[in-house]
């Protein structure tokens, strides 16, 4: 029986993972979902409440007083050893360089010491597949919409490797928006903006406040949230709303106000995602009738809400949606052991590398990494001007390494 070991990312731009961090999956019994997890040491979420979004080298820092911890509790609860191990895979990309690096470091070091294949995983890729774990029915092709902190995604999924990308935010990606818009609201970001503004939008009237919907001009499948976030800071200023007063020690009407914002804020925030998924899928479908799915994963995927209105969606076009459970849809370690499972399996991974890298070793990080080549009818103006210390895309590096063989 082979095992495998993730090591990596523990954050996604300062978004916090609470717990699952690093996973050993039995290879043979991958579709039992049989996997062991351990918590870290430390508590990452004081660090999210602190500074409210991205602080870089507090991150790295955090990452690096527990990387080690972590990576030995799992074994010792899988009850294992390094040299059970079959091989590691590593997230390499897209993400803060400095955060990377710990988890590369780490996952080459384990690798060389006990000769282990070392896989370089694509961060978005391992969101996509991982809905492979659990729904045994998806093939390929199918659509996917990656939604998090840092990324606002449409692809299709053509197979293992070889994505084209419909559309992707121009500024903001939504959970950005929904951390903003919590912090702004004075709520408690101890879990992350987006549960907390979902919670409290329970509570408002989502007609209340009347938000434009963004890019309602532009006929892609590209997004942007900046527009809305200055139009929700403008709402709570015209509302005087003091963020530094907590929701709980709010009156009873300011907390009303800061509830129809959030539920106004919600609804025309997913009014977005409606409208470019609807595209999505029309335009997939002209490039791959079979699909029969639209993936839908990352953090914001554990919106209920989310899921509810994307499944209206679909259903227009007797389509089934796929979300992986909330702990799968936040950054996790299972996604990525198992995007490490399905890229061995098809032999592509890295040998062992040497057991003590030099110190002026240059990693291979890709903080600024697409994951497929941009659909023409996509294709924006205004992310073409951002493109600077981009890496080739996961897509076009596969496609020439099979070119070669």
């Known amino acids: 029986m082979g095992y495998w070991i993730w090591l990596g990312r523990f954050m996604e731009r300062c978004r916090l993972v609470y717990g699952n961090c690093c996973f050993i999956i039995p290879c043979s019994r991958y579709r039992e979902r049989k ?31 527990v990387i080690d911890q972590v990576v030995q509790d799992t074994l ?6 390094e040299k059970e191990l079959s091989a590691v895979a590593v997230t390499i990309g897209p993400g803060l360089s400095l955060c990377l690096r710990v988890g590369v470091q780490k996952a080459r070091r384990v690798a060389g010491n006990f000769n282990l ?21 998806l093939q390929f092709p199918f659509l996917a919409l990656l939604i998090s902190g840092g990324h606002n995604l449409l692809v299709l999924a053509h197979d293992l490797g070889h994505y084209t990308q419909l559309g992707t935010t121009i500024d903001d990606a939504i959970g950005e928006a929904f951390d903003k818009t919590a912090k702004w609201l004075g709520l408690d970001m101890r879990k992350s903006g987006g549960p907390a503004v979902e919670q409290l939008a329970q509570e408002g009237d989502a007609e209340s406040v009347r938000f434009s919907i963004p890019m309602k001009q532009h006929k892609d499948c590209n997004f942007s949230y900046a527009g809305l976030k200055t139009q929700v800071k403008l709402a709570i200023a015209s509302r005087n709303i003091d963020a530094k007063v ?15 914002i959030a539920a106004s804020f919600q609804r025309v925030a997913v009014l977005h995602l409606e409208e470019r998924c609807e595209r999505a899928v029309e335009w997939a479908l002209k490039i791959e009738p079979s699909i029969k799915q639209l993936v839908v994963s990352g953090g914001v995927a554990s919106n209920q809400y989310v899921r509810a209105r994307l499944d209206q969606v679909v259903k227009k076009y007797s389509l089934q949606l796929v979300c992986p459970p909330p702990n799968l849809c936040t950054d ?18 890295d040998p062992p590398p040497p057991a003590n890298d030099p ?47």
């Open 35 to 65: 996997w062991r997890n351990s918590q870290p040491s430390r508590v990452f979420s004081d660090l999210l409440a602190r500074y409210g979004g991205v602080a870089p080298k507090m991150a790295e820092e955090a990452h690096s007083q």
């Open 76 to 81: 010792d609860k899988a009850g294992l050893t």
């Open 117 to 137: 294949p070392i896989i370089g995983v694509h961060h978005m890729e391992a969101h996509a597949l991982v809905a492979r774990l659990i729904e045994k029915e």
């Open 246 to 260: 907590p929701l709980l020690c709010a009156s009873s009407q300011d907390r009303s106000s800061r509830a129809d």
């Open 332 to 349: 996790n370690g299972v996604m990525v052991a198992w995007t490490g499972i399905e890229n061995f399996r098809v032999g592509r991974y």
């Open 359 to 405: 110190e002026d070793f240059m990693y291979d990080l890709r903080p600024r990494w697409p994951l497929g080549e941009e659909y023409a009818e996509g294709r924006s103006e205004a992310r073409s001007l951002r493109r600077a210390r981009v890496h080739p895309s996961l897509t076009s590096l596969v496609q020439a390494s099979l070119q070669q063989q």
